[in-house]
Each structure stands twice: as structure tokens, then as C-alpha cells.
């Protein structure tokens, strides 16, 4: 996994740095209650799911293909489940979550409607799914999703519509120049 190789340096590197922002824009927008059930898909090294620990007593789990990444976030955050998978088959029960999130994770995801219906399984009647990735110009995102084959980037119109298309209401958006957060919800 192209991840794993960047782990050890992964929080402290340009690319951990790079996701500091869309970090802080999801976390100004997440709405997260003590004793919810948490899921980063695609969590890296657990930053996001400690900042959230750290403000709300939560049960935090995390997903992501990086098995070296998944190491050091169970070191991170001994008191969540951390597991190596696939966001197109997530390991958790129906409606067994409050909040799904994926922050800088969503445009790698090679079945990203896959991940929809998965996100709509795993959440519970009235949950909360959170997007937050980059938002690029038309040109910069066709370099991108052409010559990257991991690279799924798309609009903050295109996602709001694919997700929608999935069953869930928009909540709201919140964008800037660089960073697009979606706040979804399962209707109850």
C-alpha cells in the first residue's frame, strides 16, 4: 500500500501537514455527542477521531487500507478499534453508528458509491456522514483524475448530488477556495 510507506512520518510530513486544514474545517463543523459511536473511514494515523476524543467521551473506530497506519493510530488512541479494510465493505453492523466521517480519504476511494451504501448501512436512523476533501479547479482536478489512478476529486455540486442520489439529505455545505465539508444525514 502506497500509504504505509508514509506512516512513521506521516503526522509530522508535508502530507499530514497538507491535511491540517480539511482536519480543522471538519472539526469546526462535526456536531458529535458524548457517548456516540464514531467511524473514520479512512482515518490514517487516528488524528481526527483523537482531536473529537479529547472534546467527547465517543466510541471511536477507524478504517483504513494502511495496515502501518492503522499501527500507529491503535498507539494513538488505545481506547478505539482500529481495523485494516475496505471502505466499499464495511466491517460494522447496520445501523450501528452515529457519525461516519471521511476527511481527506474520500476521493481515494476506488467505489465511492460503494462507500455511499455502505456509509447508509452502517449509520443509524438519523446519523450524521461528514465529507471533507479538496475542492480544485477544473483544470487541476482533470490532471488529477487523469493522471492518478487513485484520484477520484470532484465538485462540491457532484458529490452533494451523488450522495443525495444515495438516500441522504444534505445538511449543509461549507467551502472555500481549497476545502469542501458535506454534512449528510440518514433519515430516520
Not at 458524548?34 to 494515523?45: I, Q
Request: proline share 3%; glycine share 10%.
Amino acid at each position: 500500500m502506497e500509504f504505509d510507506n508514509y506512516a512513521d512520518n506521516y503526522d509530522t510530513g508535508f502530507m499530514g501537514k497538507g491535511s491540517g486544514r480539511f482536519y480543522a474545517d471538519l472539526i469546526k463543523e462535526i456536531e458529535v455527542k458524548d457517548g456516540d459511536a464514531v467511524l473514520d473511514v479512512g482515518c490514517g494515523t487516528g488524528t481526527v477521531l483523537s482531536f473529537i476524543g479529547r472534546q467527547k467521551r465517543i466510541r471511536g473506530f477507524g478504517l483504513d487500507v494502511s495496515e502501518n497506519m492503522i499501527a500507529i493510530a491503535k498507539e494513538k488512541n488505545p481506547n478505539y478499534q482500529f481495523v485494516s479494510g475496505d471502505c466499499a465493505s464495511l466491517p460494522y453492523a447496520d445501523e450501528s453508528m452515529n457519525v461516519v466521517m471521511a476527511c481527506m480519504a474520500y476521493h481515494h476511494f476506488p467505489d465511492q458509491e460503494r462507500f455511499r451504501n455502505e456509509a447508509m448501512r452502517v449509520l443509524k436512523p438519523g446519523g450524521s456522514l461528514y465529507i471533507s476533501d479538496p475542492r480544485f479547479p477544473l483544470i487541476v482536478r482533470w490532471i488529477f483524475n487523469t493522471f492518478f489512478k487513485d484520484a477520484g476529486f470532484r465538485t462540491t455540486k457532484k458529490n452533494r448530488m451523488d450522495f443525495e442520489r444515495s438516500g441522504f439529505k444534505t445538511v449543509s455545505i461549507t467551502k472555500d477556495v481549497y476545502v469542501q465539508v458535506l454534512h449528510f444525514t440518514k433519515g430516520k
